[in-house]
């Protein structure tokens, strides 16, 4: 029979990909959203600056919405986390308005200061995570949320080289 710290442990090596006990909590979601990071940079590297405003990436969206979505979107989950663990209660966000919000907010900003702000803000969400105890990735919730920030700039990486693709970058 496994005792319940070992079968705690199974059920977060399933989630967060982690095998060995003396990993840190959170290093398999930290390998995921690594790659996954790594992954929307590649895409977004060697862009010329004039094409950063050009729509159609997204949407309507050109790469520099999306780039300022990204800092949005994981500063939204960097806060949310942070309120979850402290126990108070989060409320559905309603992702249009925030999306529309931030786009909006960001349109007058250079590639050269949201690149800088998206960087910071991954880099807190990283240094968050990383520090995450096994109880509080255990949180209900918090792990769906954090997997789902994980695959989040991916998603945007593939919109990125599509477009690349389309218009000969």
């Known amino acids: 029979m496994l005792s319940d710290d070992t079968a705690a442990d199974r059920e977060q090596s399933r989630i967060d990909g982690s095998k060995d006990r003396n990993q840190a909590p959170a290093a398999g979601l930290l390998r995921r959203l690594k790659a996954n990071w790594d992954e929307w940079l590649f895409a977004l590297a060697g862009l010329p600056v004039s094409r ?36 108070e209660v989060v409320e559905r966000v309603d992702w249009r308005t925030i999306n529309s919000r931030g786009v909006a907010e960001r349109a007058g900003r ?13 880099g807190q969400l990283v240094a968050f995570i990383g520090g995450l105890t096994r109880a509080e990735l255990r949180m209900t919730g918090l792990r769906s949320r954090l997997r789902s920030t994980a695959t989040h700039s991916q998603e945007h990486a593939a919109q990125v080289r599509a477009w690349r693709g389309r218009v000969g970058l």
């Open 110 to 122: 250079s590639g050269m200061a949201l690149r800088a702000d998206m960087e910071r803000t991954h």
């Open 52 to 87: 950063l405003t050009e729509p159609g990436v997204a949407g309507d969206w050109s790469v520099h919405d999306l780039m300022g979505h990204v800092a949005v979107w994981e500063g939204l989950a960097l806060d949310r986390t942070r309120r979850l663990i402290t126990g």
